[in-house]
Protein backbone atom coordinates (compact mmCIF):
# COMPACT_ATOMS: atom_id res chain seq x y z
CA UNK A 1 0.00 0.00 0.00
CA UNK A 2 1.51 3.68 -0.81
CA UNK A 3 0.16 6.70 0.36
CA UNK A 4 1.73 9.63 -1.40
CA UNK A 5 2.31 12.74 0.06
CA UNK A 6 -0.71 15.81 -1.03
CA UNK A 7 0.08 18.91 -2.86
CA UNK A 8 1.09 21.25 -0.50
CA UNK A 9 0.41 24.82 -0.96
CA UNK A 10 1.84 26.47 -3.74
CA UNK A 11 3.24 23.48 -4.96
CA UNK A 12 5.79 23.55 -2.07
CA UNK A 13 8.58 20.79 -1.47
CA UNK A 14 9.49 19.31 1.71
CA UNK A 15 13.53 18.94 0.84
CA UNK A 16 13.95 22.45 2.08
CA UNK A 17 15.81 22.12 5.66
CA UNK A 18 12.78 23.36 7.16
CA UNK A 19 10.84 21.54 9.67
CA UNK A 20 7.37 19.98 8.77
CA UNK A 21 4.85 17.98 10.74
CA UNK A 22 3.97 14.48 9.30
CA UNK A 23 0.88 12.63 10.69
CA UNK A 24 -0.20 9.18 9.18
CA UNK A 25 -3.55 7.59 11.05
CA UNK A 26 -5.41 4.50 10.55
CA UNK A 27 -8.89 4.15 11.34
CA UNK A 28 -9.40 0.88 13.37
CA UNK A 29 -13.20 -0.06 12.29
CA UNK A 30 -12.34 0.79 8.52
CA UNK A 31 -8.83 0.61 8.02
CA UNK A 32 -9.44 3.70 6.59
CA UNK A 33 -5.69 5.54 6.61
CA UNK A 34 -4.91 9.23 6.40
CA UNK A 35 -1.27 11.06 5.69
CA UNK A 36 -1.31 14.80 6.99
CA UNK A 37 1.51 17.04 5.93
CA UNK A 38 1.71 20.82 7.20
CA UNK A 39 -2.23 20.70 7.50
CA UNK A 40 -2.56 19.05 4.12
CA UNK A 41 -4.42 15.94 4.21
CA UNK A 42 -4.45 12.66 1.79
CA UNK A 43 -6.51 9.97 1.89
CA UNK A 44 -6.08 6.39 0.90
CA UNK A 45 -8.38 5.04 -1.94
CA UNK A 46 -8.22 1.60 0.09
CA UNK A 47 -9.04 0.54 2.62
CA UNK A 48 -6.72 -2.23 4.89
CA UNK A 49 -6.39 -4.20 7.54
CA UNK A 50 -4.70 -2.51 10.77
CA UNK A 51 -1.00 -3.74 10.77
CA UNK A 52 1.66 -2.34 12.73
CA UNK A 53 4.77 -4.52 12.73
CA UNK A 54 7.27 -5.70 15.51
CA UNK A 55 9.84 -3.95 13.94
CA UNK A 56 9.39 -0.46 13.10
CA UNK A 57 12.35 1.04 10.57
CA UNK A 58 12.72 4.66 10.77
CA UNK A 59 14.81 6.42 8.11
CA UNK A 60 14.68 3.60 6.09
CA UNK A 61 13.70 0.46 5.01
CA UNK A 62 14.74 -2.85 4.24
CA UNK A 63 16.51 -3.81 0.94
CA UNK A 64 13.56 -6.35 0.51
CA UNK A 65 10.73 -3.63 1.44
CA UNK A 66 8.66 -2.90 -1.94
CA UNK A 67 9.03 0.73 -3.51
CA UNK A 68 12.58 0.87 -1.71
CA UNK A 69 13.56 4.03 -2.50
CA UNK A 70 17.36 6.03 -0.82
CA UNK A 71 17.21 6.51 2.74
CA UNK A 72 16.11 9.50 4.78
CA UNK A 73 18.95 12.12 5.68
CA UNK A 74 18.12 14.69 7.40
CA UNK A 75 16.46 15.69 11.05
CA UNK A 76 13.83 14.06 12.73
CA UNK A 77 12.48 15.15 16.15
CA UNK A 78 9.48 14.01 18.55
CA UNK A 79 8.57 10.58 17.53
CA UNK A 80 5.49 8.85 18.87
CA UNK A 81 3.29 5.89 17.68
CA UNK A 82 0.00 5.83 19.47
CA UNK A 83 0.62 7.30 22.90
CA UNK A 84 4.50 6.05 23.28
CA UNK A 85 6.88 9.39 22.54
CA UNK A 86 9.95 7.07 20.85
CA UNK A 87 13.49 8.27 21.85
CA UNK A 88 15.15 6.96 18.40
CA UNK A 89 18.78 7.17 19.92
CA UNK A 90 18.16 5.44 23.11
CA UNK A 91 15.04 3.64 22.38
CA UNK A 92 16.48 2.06 19.09
CA UNK A 93 18.11 -1.80 19.05
CA UNK A 94 20.26 -1.02 16.12
CA UNK A 95 21.61 2.31 14.57
CA UNK A 96 23.93 3.48 12.07
CA UNK A 97 25.42 6.75 10.92
CA UNK A 98 22.77 8.41 13.42
CA UNK A 99 23.45 11.17 15.83
CA UNK A 100 22.37 12.57 18.55
CA UNK A 101 21.37 16.39 17.37
CA UNK A 102 20.29 18.45 14.25
CA UNK A 103 23.15 20.83 13.27
CA UNK A 104 21.84 21.37 10.18
CA UNK A 105 23.93 22.84 6.65
CA UNK A 106 26.11 25.12 7.15
CA UNK A 107 25.15 27.47 4.08
CA UNK A 108 21.23 27.58 3.60
CA UNK A 109 19.04 29.22 0.73
CA UNK A 110 18.31 33.00 1.25
CA UNK A 111 17.26 35.48 -1.46
CA UNK A 112 20.75 37.05 -2.05
CA UNK A 113 22.02 33.84 -2.52
CA UNK A 114 21.84 33.58 -5.91
CA UNK A 115 22.31 36.01 -8.20
CA UNK A 116 20.29 37.29 -11.73
CA UNK A 117 17.06 35.14 -10.61
CA UNK A 118 18.49 32.33 -10.37
CA UNK A 119 16.76 29.75 -8.23
CA UNK A 120 18.61 28.31 -4.88
CA UNK A 121 18.30 24.54 -3.99
CA UNK A 122 19.21 23.16 -0.65
CA UNK A 123 21.48 20.80 -0.10
CA UNK A 124 22.85 18.59 2.99
CA UNK A 125 25.78 20.71 3.57
CA UNK A 126 25.81 23.27 1.13
CA UNK A 127 23.49 25.30 -1.40
CA UNK A 128 23.60 24.97 -5.04
CA UNK A 129 22.36 27.84 -7.97
CA UNK A 130 20.22 26.66 -10.79
CA UNK A 131 20.92 28.72 -13.64
CA UNK A 132 18.75 27.47 -16.29
CA UNK A 133 16.48 30.12 -16.44
CA UNK A 134 18.93 33.01 -16.91
CA UNK A 135 20.94 34.45 -19.12
CA UNK A 136 23.85 33.68 -17.00
CA UNK A 137 26.35 30.90 -15.75
CA UNK A 138 29.20 30.31 -12.66
CA UNK A 139 28.10 28.32 -9.16
CA UNK A 140 25.86 31.54 -7.92
CA UNK A 141 24.49 32.68 -11.50
CA UNK A 142 27.40 35.74 -11.84
CA UNK A 143 29.23 35.11 -14.81
CA UNK A 144 27.75 36.07 -18.05
CA UNK A 145 26.75 32.99 -20.23
CA UNK A 146 28.18 31.81 -23.50
CA UNK A 147 28.56 34.82 -26.03
CA UNK A 148 27.95 34.32 -29.82
CA UNK A 149 28.56 37.46 -32.36
CA UNK A 150 26.58 37.29 -35.54
CA UNK A 151 27.06 39.50 -38.78
CA UNK A 152 24.02 40.36 -40.69
CA UNK A 153 23.42 37.17 -42.85
CA UNK A 154 24.26 34.58 -40.10
CA UNK A 155 22.28 32.45 -37.98
CA UNK A 156 22.27 28.90 -36.33
CA UNK A 157 20.04 26.92 -35.94
CA UNK A 158 18.42 23.77 -34.39
CA UNK A 159 16.43 20.83 -35.64
CA UNK A 160 14.39 18.17 -34.09
CA UNK A 161 14.51 14.47 -35.45
CA UNK A 162 11.71 13.72 -37.75
CA UNK A 163 10.38 11.41 -34.90
CA UNK A 164 10.66 13.61 -31.90
CA UNK A 165 9.29 16.99 -33.13
CA UNK A 166 7.13 18.40 -30.40
CA UNK A 167 3.62 19.98 -30.15
CA UNK A 168 3.10 22.53 -27.00
CA UNK A 169 0.71 24.21 -25.72
CA UNK A 170 2.96 26.41 -22.85
CA UNK A 171 6.56 27.14 -23.37
CA UNK A 172 9.02 29.25 -21.57
CA UNK A 173 11.41 31.66 -23.39
CA UNK A 174 14.54 33.73 -22.02
CA UNK A 175 16.96 35.28 -23.77
CA UNK A 176 19.46 38.38 -23.80
CA UNK A 177 21.34 40.38 -26.42
CA UNK A 178 22.52 43.43 -27.41
CA UNK A 179 22.49 45.09 -30.70
CA UNK A 180 22.80 48.79 -32.30
CA UNK A 181 20.46 47.51 -35.54
CA UNK A 182 17.10 48.49 -35.47
CA UNK A 183 15.91 45.54 -36.99
CA UNK A 184 16.69 41.92 -36.83
CA UNK A 185 15.03 38.74 -35.89
CA UNK A 186 16.11 36.93 -32.33
CA UNK A 187 14.65 34.25 -32.20
CA UNK A 188 11.92 31.96 -34.10
CA UNK A 189 10.70 28.59 -34.18
CA UNK A 190 9.76 26.86 -37.54
CA UNK A 191 7.09 24.18 -37.98
CA UNK A 192 6.26 21.11 -40.11
CA UNK A 193 2.55 22.41 -40.13
CA UNK A 194 2.37 25.22 -42.66
CA UNK A 195 0.57 27.82 -40.12
CA UNK A 196 2.33 27.46 -37.19
CA UNK A 197 5.49 29.63 -36.06
CA UNK A 198 6.60 32.00 -33.75
CA UNK A 199 9.41 34.72 -34.21
CA UNK A 200 10.58 37.08 -31.49
CA UNK A 201 12.16 40.33 -33.77
CA UNK A 202 13.20 43.89 -33.05
CA UNK A 203 11.22 46.35 -36.09
CA UNK A 204 12.59 49.87 -35.88
CA UNK A 205 14.52 49.22 -32.19
CA UNK A 206 11.02 48.04 -30.66
CA UNK A 207 10.93 44.21 -29.82
CA UNK A 208 7.99 42.23 -31.59
CA UNK A 209 6.71 39.12 -30.94
CA UNK A 210 4.77 37.34 -34.00
CA UNK A 211 2.60 33.58 -33.97
CA UNK A 212 0.62 31.57 -35.62
CA UNK A 213 -1.12 28.61 -33.70
CA UNK A 214 -2.59 27.47 -36.99
CA UNK A 215 -6.15 29.77 -36.40
CA UNK A 216 -5.04 33.13 -37.33
CA UNK A 217 -1.88 35.56 -36.86
CA UNK A 218 -1.00 37.22 -33.38
CA UNK A 219 1.18 40.18 -33.34
CA UNK A 220 2.23 42.42 -30.30
CA UNK A 221 5.14 44.27 -28.69
CA UNK A 222 6.74 46.22 -26.20
CA UNK A 223 6.91 49.89 -28.25
CA UNK A 224 7.40 51.70 -24.75
CA UNK A 225 11.58 51.98 -25.29
CA UNK A 226 13.87 51.31 -27.87
CA UNK A 227 15.93 48.05 -27.56
CA UNK A 228 18.48 48.84 -30.42
CA UNK A 229 20.73 51.15 -28.01
CA UNK A 230 24.10 48.50 -27.60
CA UNK A 231 22.93 48.06 -23.97
CA UNK A 232 21.99 44.50 -23.10
CA UNK A 233 18.84 43.66 -22.12
CA UNK A 234 17.10 40.14 -21.13
CA UNK A 235 13.88 39.16 -22.84
CA UNK A 236 11.12 36.83 -20.80
CA UNK A 237 8.35 35.07 -22.92
CA UNK A 238 5.74 32.54 -21.47
CA UNK A 239 2.91 31.34 -23.54
CA UNK A 240 0.21 29.41 -22.35
CA UNK A 241 -1.80 28.28 -25.07
CA UNK A 242 -2.53 31.62 -26.88
CA UNK A 243 -1.72 34.00 -24.00
CA UNK A 244 1.39 35.26 -24.06
CA UNK A 245 3.15 37.28 -21.16
CA UNK A 246 6.61 39.33 -22.68
CA UNK A 247 9.03 40.83 -19.98
CA UNK A 248 11.93 43.37 -20.64
CA UNK A 249 14.36 43.45 -18.05
CA UNK A 250 12.98 44.12 -15.12
CA UNK A 251 10.33 46.38 -16.42
CA UNK A 252 6.65 45.77 -16.12
CA UNK A 253 5.10 42.77 -17.98
CA UNK A 254 3.08 42.66 -20.95
CA UNK A 255 0.42 40.16 -21.31
CA UNK A 256 -1.62 39.91 -24.07
CA UNK A 257 -4.72 38.33 -24.15
CA UNK A 258 -6.17 37.52 -28.10
CA UNK A 259 -10.05 38.31 -28.08
CA UNK A 260 -11.97 34.89 -28.79
CA UNK A 261 -9.28 32.50 -26.87
CA UNK A 262 -10.12 29.23 -25.37
CA UNK A 263 -11.41 30.91 -21.75
CA UNK A 264 -13.92 32.59 -24.08
CA UNK A 265 -15.25 29.34 -25.61
CA UNK A 266 -14.31 29.63 -29.12
CA UNK A 267 -12.48 27.33 -31.32
CA UNK A 268 -9.04 29.33 -31.21
CA UNK A 269 -6.57 26.77 -31.76
CA UNK A 270 -3.57 26.67 -28.80
CA UNK A 271 -0.69 24.27 -30.15
CA UNK A 272 2.11 24.97 -31.84
CA UNK A 273 2.24 21.96 -33.63
CA UNK A 274 5.53 19.27 -35.20
CA UNK A 275 8.42 21.95 -34.10
CA UNK A 276 11.40 21.00 -36.54
CA UNK A 277 13.71 23.95 -36.32
CA UNK A 278 14.90 26.83 -33.70
CA UNK A 279 16.76 29.64 -35.30
CA UNK A 280 19.14 32.16 -33.48
CA UNK A 281 19.55 35.04 -35.03
CA UNK A 282 17.32 34.66 -38.50
CA UNK A 283 13.79 34.20 -40.02
CA UNK A 284 14.52 31.35 -42.78
CA UNK A 285 11.24 31.46 -43.92
CA UNK A 286 9.19 34.03 -45.71
CA UNK A 287 6.82 34.49 -42.78
CA UNK A 288 8.91 35.94 -40.87
CA UNK A 289 10.09 39.56 -40.68
CA UNK A 290 13.29 40.91 -41.80
CA UNK A 291 16.23 40.88 -39.26
CA UNK A 292 19.52 42.72 -38.39
CA UNK A 293 23.04 42.55 -36.33
CA UNK A 294 23.40 42.67 -32.43
CA UNK A 295 24.50 40.28 -29.51
CA UNK A 296 22.99 37.50 -28.20
CA UNK A 297 23.06 35.99 -24.85
CA UNK A 298 21.24 33.05 -23.11
CA UNK A 299 18.46 31.45 -25.07
CA UNK A 300 16.23 29.20 -22.95
CA UNK A 301 13.01 27.20 -23.88
CA UNK A 302 11.78 25.37 -21.37
CA UNK A 303 11.48 21.35 -21.20
CA UNK A 304 12.54 20.02 -24.25
CA UNK A 305 16.63 18.39 -24.04
CA UNK A 306 19.30 19.91 -25.43
CA UNK A 307 20.46 16.34 -26.84
CA UNK A 308 16.99 16.05 -29.04
CA UNK A 309 18.53 19.20 -31.31
CA UNK A 310 20.98 19.25 -33.82
CA UNK A 311 22.79 22.46 -34.01
CA UNK A 312 24.11 23.84 -37.50
CA UNK A 313 25.77 26.78 -38.36
CA UNK A 314 24.27 29.15 -41.85
CA UNK A 315 25.39 31.81 -43.94
CA UNK A 316 23.63 33.42 -46.66
CA UNK A 317 23.08 36.57 -47.80
CA UNK A 318 19.58 37.24 -47.13
CA UNK A 319 18.11 40.02 -44.52
CA UNK A 320 17.11 37.63 -42.00
CA UNK A 321 19.88 37.68 -40.29
CA UNK A 322 20.80 38.80 -36.90
CA UNK A 323 24.37 40.65 -36.72
CA UNK A 324 26.44 41.32 -33.66
CA UNK A 325 26.90 39.78 -30.54
CA UNK A 326 24.52 37.82 -28.51
CA UNK A 327 25.36 35.00 -25.58
CA UNK A 328 23.93 31.83 -26.19
CA UNK A 329 23.12 29.36 -23.73
CA UNK A 330 20.33 27.46 -25.41
CA UNK A 331 17.82 25.04 -23.01
CA UNK A 332 14.44 24.38 -24.10
CA UNK A 333 11.08 23.58 -22.27
CA UNK A 334 7.76 23.37 -23.25
CA UNK A 335 4.98 21.40 -22.03
Not at 27 to 39: A, C, F, H, K
Not at 97 to 125: E, F
Not at 319 to 334: E, H, L, P, T
Amino acid sequence: MLIESPVLPNRQHLSDMRWHTLLYYQEDRTGLQMLLVDNTTAISDNAMEPVLGTVITIGGAPVSAPLVRGGFRGCLAALRINDRLIDVIDDCDVKKDVVQGCAGPLARCSPAACSNRGRCIQQWNSIRCDCTLTAHAGDRCQDPATTASFSAPSTIYFEYPVNDRPSTSRDYMLLAFRTTRPNGVLLSIDCAVDQDYFTVYIDEGFLQVKYNLGSREHHFGHFAHKLSDGKKHTVRIHRNEANVTLQIDGRPAIRYRPKGSTSSGTDELVTLNMQWRVSLGAALNSRHIDSGPGRYKSLEKSNQPEKQLEKRAYSSGKKSAFAGNRKVCSSFQSF
